[in-house]
């Protein structure tokens, strides 16, 4: 199947992308465009894939499925659009925690794509969702693909930070081989949970004393 995709994705996901399963969800995301307002649009799918590809994912952030809220989603997890104001809260509650790690400021704008251009790989397990319906494409396959691109990261690559915030992304676990990869969790930065130890977990400076330990340039957060 004919996939637009950045090109070493497209080449290590090529046998994903003739598998029925995938095949599958293809028809079933063709088929919620077509009747409804689904989210990112189709051209910011794979948004996180084009901004980083393979050979430059240094941190591997988890996300659920995209924001249903009409015109957030772009294709990359936690990040909104430019134009979105406020920021939604989880994001918001990531930049507190940056803040306090690291003394750097809000920024002006809530999408997260200059970090994905630094090598930061935020990917959303559930890539895309129904205007105001969450998890409304959880059903679909999405899944089945994603824990294949999290695997294609552990085997492929080296030294690796993955963060898992939150029980659904620690659920992924058993995808990365921890002898070669390192693992950041705690909880969910949701209102709900990030006062139980999202809140001073440091997670935006461990990765960077990691990276710069294997001689990568840390992220500019």
């Not at 290590?12 to 990112?40: C, H, M, N, R, T």
């Not at 994603?146 to 993955?162: P, Q």
């Not at 898992?164 to 995808?175: R, T, V």
Request: charged share 20%.
């Amino acid at each position: 199947m004919e996939v637009q995709i950045e090109s070493s994705w497209k080449k290590a996901l090529e046998e994903e992308f003739e598998k029925p399963y995938f095949i599958s969800l293809v028809a079933k995301v063709k088929e919620a465009y077509q009747k409804g307002d689904v989210w990112p649009k189709g051209q910011q799918i794979f948004n996180a894939f084009d901004h980083c590809p393979l050979e430059n994912v240094k941190v591997v952030i988890l996300g659920q499925d995209p924001y249903p809220t009409p015109g957030h989603a772009h294709g990359l997890c936690f990040s909104v659009q430019e134009h979105v104001k406020p920021f939604p809260k989880s994001l918001i509650n990531i930049f507190k925690e940056i803040q306090d790690d690291l003394g750097t400021p809000y920024p002006e704008n809530g999408s997260l794509i200059r970090w994905a251009d630094q090598g930061v790989f935020l990917l959303n397990t559930v890539l895309t969702v129904n205007a105001n319906q969450p998890n409304s494409h959880k059903s679909f396959g999405w899944e089945t693909f994603t824990d294949a691109v999290i695997h294609k990261i552990s085997t492929e690559l080296n030294n690796v930070v993955f963060m898992l915030w939150g029980s659904q992304a620690q659920q992924k676990i058993h995808l990365i081989d921890q002898s070669k990869h390192h693992i950041l969790q705690t909880v969910h930065p949701s209102p709900l949970s990030a006062y139980r130890g999202f809140f001073g977990c440091k997670h935006f400076s461990k990765a960077n004393e990691l990276l710069i330990s294997h001689g990568h340039q840390p992220i500019n957060w």
